[in-house]
């Protein structure tokens, strides 16, 4: 059975109680897990984080709800390690979860081609499901080539963000790309994916819904084209984070120099996807 789990800070009470009526009315089991508070944090516990990097990456710095909701993810992940989990589900307590979703999770054959199934956000990305259609041509699966790609290309975002193969459930259509999407608030991970996953947050220097942008493993990654956990317009435990900063000249050198490093995940994809 695929394990569910939600994060909740302690004293948000009226959030799990949203939760576990949604959860519940779902008919579904699942398992909550007591969010990290960022603002207790000590600075030793915040010492996996590079605030240095981190505000050269994003151009602002890192906040402490940031830090307490990417413990939170990492605490789940390591769980899914420590019990040999296969996949789970996991969701942040601020959601409202639409009830297509069962579709996916009772289908293991479906959910279980992907490492990492991001069910909360189809951005950047927009494909028309007219086309998708299309594209699948009756076929549970499509898949992108060199033949192919001028007609792929339409469903792309501008020329890094890219489409590599649909999958079809039911009336679910699902895309395997790179780079995912970003937002955590609800997605479907492999045990794979939560090992690469920590690696790839042990240091710190990107948003936790950006890891998956800079983890190995040849992961697959996919979104939703019409997502199934909406984040609701509940008030952020994390803080505002579109606020940026201007960088110094010298910072935004370090910058150029920090986006140059080589990204693991940009190997893997080449690999997967035979991409020059």
Not at 127 to 135: C, D, E, H
Not at 152 to 174: C, E, P, R, T, V
Not at 204 to 226: C, M, S, T, Y
Request: aromatic share 10%.
């Amino acid at each position: 059975m695929l394990k569910i789990f939600y994060v909740n800070l302690d004293d948000s009470h009226d959030r799990n109680q949203q939760m576990i009526k949604q959860l519940d009315g779902l008919g579904l089991t699942y398992e909550r897990i007591s969010a990290v508070y960022g603002k207790d944090l000590t600075d030793e516990q915040k010492s996996f984080v590079n605030y240095h990097d981190f505000l050269l990456r994003m151009k602002r710095p890192m906040q402490d709800g940031e830090i307490g909701c990417a413990m939170s993810h990492r605490l789940i992940w390591q769980k899914m390690l420590d019990d040999n989990i296969e996949y789970a589900l996991i969701l942040e307590d601020d959601v409202v979860i639409d009830e297509d979703v069962l579709s996916v999770i009772h289908c293991p054959s479906f959910y279980q081609s992907f490492d990492f199934l991001n069910l909360s956000s189809n951005f950047p990305y927009n494909p028309n499901r007219a086309y998708l259609t299309q594209l699948l041509a009756n076929q549970p699966t499509a898949i992108r080539t060199e033949q192919n790609n001028n007609l792929w290309s339409k469903i792309d975002w501008g020329k890094h963000w890219k489409i590599y193969k649909l999958h079809q459930h039911q009336k679910i259509i699902a895309c395997e790309c790179d780079p995912a999407p970003a937002l955590a608030s609800g997605y479907l991970l492999s045990n794979k994916g939560a090992k690469s996953f920590l690696q790839a947050s042990h240091v710190l220097d990107v948003p936790i819904d950006n890891v998956w942008r800079h983890a190995d493993g040849e992961l697959r990654q996919a979104f939703l084209p019409k997502p199934l956990i909406i984040q609701s317009d509940i008030d952020s435990n994390i803080g505002d984070r579109t606020k940026t900063v201007q960088l110094t000249l010298m910072q935004k050198l370090k910058r150029a120099m920090l986006k140059r490093k080589p990204n693991p995940r940009h190997a893997d994809v080449r690999r997967m996807y035979h991409v020059k």
